[in-house]
C-alpha cells in the first residue's frame, strides 16, 4: 500500500511539473505587470516547475528529479510539434477569424523556442544539482535553505540563457530585463517555500500512516 501511494504522489508530481512547463510555453504571449514589472505571464507559470522538481528531489531522491526534468524536456518538444500541427491544420471557413488569433497566441518563434529548450536544460539540472549537494551537507535539516538556494541558482541562469538568446541585438539593455524577472522569480520562490514544506511534510504522514496495515 505504501509504495502504491508513493507512486502515485509521484506520477502527480511529474504530470503538475510537465503541465506548468507546458503552459508557461503556451502563456509566453501574454505580458502583465506586476508593480512596476512588466514580464510574461509565462514567468510566474514557470515558477512552479522549480517547486515540483525540489520536492520530488526531497521525496524521491536525486535519479527520480533528473528523471523528471527528462520527460519536462519531451513534453514541451511534443507539445510544440502538437501546436505547431494543428496551426496547419485547415481551418473552417466560418470560423477564419480563429486562424489569426491561434497564430497570435500559439505561433512559435523559433528563436524564442530555441531559447526556452536552452534556458530549462541548464537551469533544471543545475537546480537538482545544488538541490543535490545542499541536501547531503544539511541532510533533514534546512529545507527551507536548499529549496530556496537551489531555486535563486537556476531561475538566474534560466532568465539570463533565455533573454540572452531570445533578446541579444534586438533589446538595449538586456540586464535591466533579467534583473526584472529575476526579482519576480524569487519572489515567487520565497512565496512557494510553505507550500514546499507542507507537500513534503503531507506525503511522509501519508506514507508513515499506511505502514502499519502493511505489517
Known amino acids: ?26 502563456l509566453a504571449g501574454k505580458v502583465v505587470m506586476i508593480g512596476s514589472f512588466v514580464i510574461p505571464a509565462a514567468v510566474v507559470m514557470y515558477a512552479f516547475s522549480f517547486l ?10 536525486k535519479e527520480e528529479a533528473k528523471r523528471t526534468v527528462k520527460y519536462g524536456f519531451i513534453a ?12 496547419l491544420l485547415p481551418v473552417a471557413p466560418f470560423a ?27 537551469s533544471q539540472h543545475v537546480d537538482v544539482y545544488v538541490f543535490s549537494a545542499l541536501k547531503k551537507r544539511t541532510s533533514d535539516r534546512h529545507k527551507w535553505l536548499r529549496n530556496n538556494v537551489s531555486t535563486f541558482t537556476s ?23 533579467i534583473l526584472s524577472q ?3 522569480k524569487m519572489a515567487l520562490a520565497l512565496l512557494d517555500t510553505p507550500v514546499f514544506y507542507f507537500l513534503t511534510r503531507m506525503n511522509a504522514s501519508k506514507i508513515n500512516h499506511q505502514k502499519p496495515l502493511d505489517a
Open 96 to 122: 477564419s477569424d480563429t486562424q489569426a488569433a491561434y497564430e497570435i497566441l500559439l505561433g512559435q518563434n523559433y528563436r524564442f523556442v530555441l531559447a526556452s529548450l536552452a534556458a530549462y536544460l541548464v
Open 1 to 26: 500500500m505504501a509504495n502504491q501511494l508513493l507512486d502515485r504522489n509521484l506520477v502527480l508530481f511529474n504530470v503538475l511539473f510537465a503541465t506548468s512547463i507546458v503552459i508557461a510555453n503556451v
Open 52 to 61: 515540483f522538481t525540489d520536492i520530488i528531489h526531497e521525496k524521491y531522491g
Open 76 to 87: 514541451q518538444i511534443f507539445a510544440s510539434i502538437m501546436i505547431y500541427l494543428g496551426m
Open 182 to 184: 529575476f526579482v519576480i
Open 155 to 177: 531561475q538566474l541562469l534560466d532568465t539570463s540563457i533565455f533573454i540572452t538568446i531570445a533578446f541579444a541585438g534586438t533589446v538595449p539593455n538586456l540586464w535591466i530585463m
